[in-house]
């Protein structure tokens, strides 16, 4: 069966990627797929150059899409609703892109992407016959690979791969990436756009993104104001829109065609339906080089004001009318009427294919519409090649689609609801036997399910729990329609769980409105069973985005109850715990941690002795941290599935750092990246690089520490998971002060006690002792405190208290920095501390060094530090010992800065390149990507990516190119 070619001129690009005359088509030397052009192009490939002009009022547009590619790189998203032109400018910018040498590789999103992960972006990078087809299937990148992405965990990891794939690709060659229907991108492909646009901006990767105003799309909204050219796309005005008319009819337009243009709103899509649906129906007559439709009967409508309105919308039998200048013609108007006119024609059986394919909501084959349509495939043979004929389908591989989605959108829409439920539910049944995903099933159990229906709510509940690791947002609407369809109080199934589930979904996804509304707003009494499941949902959720006074109230609420579950009361205690430790409430926090590990129940246990081991270590016993991290690691190994997700490796980590064990800690570390990925544990990322910046702060590292912290905040962001955006901040502000550079420092710590608040807590403790040191440092003459900005605990007469919990913040400071003790020695209980602190755990080296740096044995301080794995302590040693050159010394190897000595580096320049940034520059320049850079380094890619930033700002470069032609100047003989 041959597939017409219907691409045209005015509309948005006919069909997808693969599909004839569609946007992967090839122009070149295809007069007809040219007809509706104007002939200009017709049979000249090298036109292609200047392709951009043949599109009508849009000179402006793509002279901004232009000017992107011919820079190279770069983000573009062009808006507007649909028939605008936004896939035809596409299509002119990949016309252009390959004409210039550049490859490309295209998708277009579909509605039903939402619930398939990562499908919107892996589809365009996959496709066979594009120029990342072979790379990526061979890295494993193919079908199993998006099901991997999408179903079984690991997209953040995917997505890394996949930015390593096309950095390793344009080495070699420069590439576009075109997306379509943006709006439709399920949210790993968005949270992949967050992550690659940016992180790729050295590479010579543009990317062009069209999207319809809604359904909004905030990922894309943060490209833009993170520098992504938007390029919103107007109606035509009639002068331009009467152009479009005159080069669809080859004729200058007269006044009933004018009337016409004018109804079109000057929608590009909209006014070649009518022009070209009537020029094919011979009811357009070219007199004199000027068109005019035929007819008799024009029945003017009239609209708003008495104003002869152009175009009125069809209602009840009433046929639309389009008003024109003489004549008497009745015209179809609106987009539904003009389609309805479009297909008016075709038999009744092609009319049911259509139906059927728009609730598909995707490419599809003949059998599932057979399949919905309950006939043999051979049956629609004759009823497909009328619909192509007739310019509603298009092919696309060994499949149909819409030649434009408005044209699928036209026909689902005249659906009556009880036909549209009943093709879902058909639809449903067809897929199911089919295998497909649950995803997919799940979409049409939405629309076609009836209330009460277990197997659908069956369905749905397993496809978000599917969908949650990588789609949160679309679990929860499944959730959300599986709890509507659930009959409330049934006996036999509690609806409990879909709450529960739902409330923890809307959470994770940022919905956090909504998740509350639902937790407090059931409207029935719950069993303290049923209310448990429902408090952990969201309270799991809130600790996550960093509410943690809102989990204290939540389950305190709850574990008041009887009738609490063992299980479920264990999980409560345990993530209580945290938020109590979080907002300062140490005690508490070690009675809820031993409770929930008294319970026995393992995924309590693991995540309880992560709590134990926080609370050990803000009371400076480190030897208990050690213990319960270690028990926590065992634990979650031999239990795996969700107890290893919680990762306790970082606890551990974070005890062998206070004990100088700092390689342990790192390889610790590596442990956990790996796992993350190999998981999808995406929430880990962000705690990783708190605890990996905090180890590096700790050796001296300053560059990379900073580096570390920057990617932490990044991904965060990308996470939506800022409730660790505070102790990385406080990280930056330290360095920063290192650094002397005040102003800065001021501005990360006072961000960060913004988001931390002002009360009590490990990390709000941890940015008031850093804004203090920045306040002696900056204050007149220097003049030391005489005590300590923070609290402890005392006893009688104002005594240090003596036991565990002596010291509160204080001892977790001085364990973080051991030479913390000396600043306010003239405290006599700051030396206390120091001392009880040495004599608690007497093999850490740093913590005997600090005690005798508090107490003025410099001499022996400076020899213990020279044994300890921390500089800084060293530097600071040697600097109170008068020995200021040595102290300088030590202070320029870690990037600091020591008293008032200002570093001697201007602020742009290949001169002001740090140490770190060097080493990553010198990589890239050998051709390394940055995964191949941060393993050789040991570190982590996101950090690799900020030194890159750092390095490409100071030089004032955007490429790889430009930057290895830095180096290959600055150090010639490398």
Known sequence: MGLPDVTSAGGELAGRADAPGGVGGDLAGRPDALAGVGGDLAGRPDALAGVGRELVGRADAFGVVGGVLAAGSGCVVVEGPAGIGKSRLLEEAAARARARGTAVVLGRATELDRVAPLSTLLRALTSGDGPLGAGFGDAGFGDAGLGDAGLGGGGFRVIERVGEAVERFTRSRPLAIVLDDVQWADELTCLAL????????????????????????????????????????????????????????????????????????????????????????????????????????????????GRADPVVEAAGGADPVVGAAGGGVELPAGFVAAVERRLRDLSAEARRLLEAASVLRRPFSVHEAA???????????????????????????????????????????????????????EAASVLRAEGRPPAELAEHLRHGARPGDAAAIRELRAAAEEMTAAAPSAAADLMLRALELARPRDTEHSTAPLVAGAVRLLASAGRLGEARELADGLGVPLTAAEEAQVALGLAEALKHLGDDRGVIRRTGRVLGRSGVPGRERARLLAVRAHALMMTGEVDAAAEAAAGAVAEGEVFAQVVGLQARSTVALFRGDLDGALRHAERSVELADAAGGEAAHRHPRLWLGAAMVALDRFEEAESLYAVVEREAGRLGTAWALPLLHRFRSELLLARGRLDDAAAEAEAGLRVAGQLSAMALAPALLGVLGHVALLRDETQAAREYLDRGRELAGDGPGLVAEELRWRRELLDEATAPGGAPRQGPPFGWATGPGGAPQEGPSFGGALAYLIVQEPWTAARWRRDPRVVACARDLARRNPGVTSLAAGLAHAEGRLEEAVELYRNAPRPLGLAAALEDAGRREEALEVYRSCGAAAGRARREVTGQGWAALTASELRVVRLVARGMTNREAAAALFLSPHTIDSHLRHAFAKLGVNSRVELTRQVLAHEPGR
């Open 194 to 305: 967050r992550q690659l646009v940016p992180g790729l901006a050295g590479s010579p990767v543009v990317w062009l993104l069209g999207r319809r105003p809604l359904p909004e799309q905030e990922a894309i909204d943060r490209l833009i104001e993170e520098g992504a050219r938007r390029v919103p796309l107007s109606p035509l005005g009639p002068e331009e829109a009467a152009e479009l008319g005159a080069r669809l009819l080859g004729a200058a337009p007269g006044p009933s065609v004018l009337e016409l243009v004018r109804g079109s709103g000057g929608n590009p899509f909209l006014l070649e339906e009518v022009l070209t649906g009537l020029r094919a129906e011979g009811r357009i007559s070219v007199r004199g080089g000027v068109a005019e439709v035929v007819a008799g009967g024009v029945k003017p409508a009239v609209g708003v004001a």
């Open 371 to 425: 399949g919905v349509l309950g006939v043999p495939a051979g049956a629609l043979f004759g009823r497909v090649e009328e619909a192509v004929g007739a310019g509603a389908l298009v092919g696309e591989g060994d499949r149909l689609a819409f030649r434009h989605d408005l044209i699928r959108e036209a026909v689902y829409g005249g659906l009556g609801a009880p036909i549209r439920t009943a093709l879902h539910r």
